[in-house]
């Protein structure tokens, strides 16, 4: 019985993100919103949205790497978790005199 259960805990735990679906949601400023899907057992999305872009990398099955770059000063934020992550930035707009406010979450859904 102990076996079982270990057994199935193993299998559990080593479960790859292949079962599931891998979306990104990008956000600059309060309303442009964009979001994707990786392409069937896709690992990696990319989203670019004017002068930013967002890239979200499954790594080992289950770790999600977020990163999230300013093309035009070339800030950069990256963040790792289990299952999913989520980077915020504040940065230059595009015009250097004023501040945009990034966001980018990836995860398995």
């Not at 770790?63 to 992550?85: C, E």
């Amino acid at each position: 019985m102990t076996k079982m259960i270990m057994a199935a805990m193993a299998l559990l735990l080593t479960t790859s993100a292949f079962a599931d679906d891998f979306i990104c949601t990008m956000k600059v400023g309060q309303f442009l919103t964009e979001t994707e899907y990786a392409p069937y057992r896709g690992r990696e999305v990319n989203i670019v949205m004017g002068e930013y872009s967002c890239n979200g990398v499954i790594d080992n099955n289950i770790i999600v790497t977020t990163t999230l770059v300013s093309n035009t000063n070339g800030d950069t934020k990256s963040v790792s978790d289990r299952a999913s992550s989520k980077v915020t930035m504040t940065t230059l707009d595009i015009w250097g005199d004023g501040q945009e406010r990034l966001e980018c979450e990836c995860g398995l859904n």
